[in-house]
């Protein structure tokens, strides 16, 4: 680009008078040639990443894709945290409790000594207790049939409040719900909390201890 000197030191893009400040030119402006200002050359592209084929750029030490390092030949491992191991649910003890058979004896039924003990989870948010039959469509998550003959079919249910608290309903059972030591049975449909270590006795002679998840 052609441009002329002003007197007062602007370049100017007309000879008689500077479009910069308006001062006149004349013949004594002398034409210069400006110079463009050299664009660098883009840099070339290196070979592809071996692990990702990613083009390389320039000389760039670690692939901008995958991170591969091309000084080592090693990709970085990225290491998951640790998943923290699930949080144990709440449990109960089913076992044939000789303390409640003789506080409720029904006649004509033996106490069926060194019955074993099991530990069930409580999978939220019922779990039905009573006796699994076919006929009658139940299928209870604690199935007493094998253990207990004074089980109803549907005895009790028991359920997980959007509060976290369980709570015990009698289900119109024949021989009654009973909670720790109270005397009376619940009413059927009758509802009651639970903590942990609450006993529920249902049937001749089984009790339900529920347990509590351990501290965290």
């Not at 006149?24 to 592209?45: D, E, F, L, M, N």
Request: charge should be negative; proline fraction near 12%; hydrophobic fraction near 35%.
């Amino acid at each position: 680009m052609i441009t002329y000197a002003c007197p007062k030191g602007h370049a100017s893009s007309t000879d008689d008078f500077c479009d910069m400040c308006g001062a006149r030119i004349g013949a004594a402006g002398t034409p210069t040639v400006s110079t463009p200002t050299a664009i660098p050359a883009p840099t070339a592209a290196g070979p592809p990443c071996p692990n990702c084929g990613a083009p390389r750029a320039g000389t760039g030490r670690f692939c901008e894709d995958c991170g591969y390092d091309h000084d080592t030949g090693r990709v970085p491992a990225l290491t998951p945290p640790p998943s923290p191991a699930p949080a144990a649910g709440w449990t109960a003890t089913i076992a044939a409790d000789p303390v409640y058979f003789a506080e409720n004896e029904i006649e004509g039924v033996e106490f069926p000594a060194g019955a074993p003990q099991r530990i069930v989870d409580l999978p939220p948010p019922q779990v039905r207790i009573g006796r699994k039959s076919a006929s009658k469509g139940t299928d209870p998550e604690i199935d007493l049939s094998d253990a207990d003959p004074g089980v109803s079919h549907s005895h009790a249910l028991l359920t997980l409040s959007v509060d976290g608290v369980w709570l015990v309903s009698d289900l119109g059972s024949t021989n009654g719900t009973y909670l720790n030591d109270e005397q009376r049975p619940l009413a059927a449909g009758q509802s009651r909390a639970l903590a942990d270590g609450d006993r529920v006795h249902v049937g001749a002679w089984t009790t339900i201890t529920l347990h509590a998840p351990p501290a965290r």
